[in-house]
């Protein structure tokens, strides 16, 4: 009897652990499952959001394509602008200078003229002038 006794307490204690673990169990499922409506709630936020700015991306990539494309043209366009531009200029400079360079060719050549009647009238004056070369 003794033996009936102390089995129907360790039965009582027993059963009294498992009711602690089985209300375990039902705070643990209840938690999970309300973390998982969370999740499942914040997952579809963010699949709504992650769809929103992709079809931003694709549309403003498009815009960005046309921005690239009009301001590669425009480029062109400079470019070729300038380079018509200094086609000009290069043109002028090359004449103005040819043209300063016959013209400095006709002064050195009257220069020349001149230095060389002086150096004749200068010569004819032997005795009283005298030319002379510079020794450095």
């Given at each position: 009897?003794v033996?009936d ?13 498992f ?7 039902q705070v ?13 709630k914040k997952i579809?936020?963010?699949t ?5 700015n ?6 403003n ?11 590669s043209?425009?480029i ?7 380079t018509?531009?200094?086609d ?28 060389k009647?002086?150096?004749a009238d200068?010569e ?11 020794t450095?």
């Amino acid at each position: 009897m003794v033996e009936d006794k102390y089995l129907s307490i360790l039965m009582e204690e027993m059963n009294s652990k498992f009711e602690l673990v089985l209300e375990g169990h039902q705070v643990l499922r209840h938690d999970i499952r309300r973390m998982e409506e969370t999740l499942s709630k914040k997952i579809g936020e963010n699949t709504t959001r992650i769809k929103i700015n992709s079809d931003l991306i694709k549309t403003n990539s498009d815009s960005i394509k046309a921005l690239d494309e009009k301001l590669s043209t425009r480029i062109d366009a400079v470019g070729e602008k300038l380079t018509k531009r200094i086609d000009v200029v290069d043109k002028n400079l090359t004449k103005r200078i040819n043209e300063e360079g016959e013209s400095l060719g006709v002064r050195i050549d009257a220069v020349a003229v001149d230095l060389k009647a002086h150096r004749a009238d200068t010569e004819m004056h032997y005795g009283i002038y005298r030319v002379q070369e510079s020794t450095t």
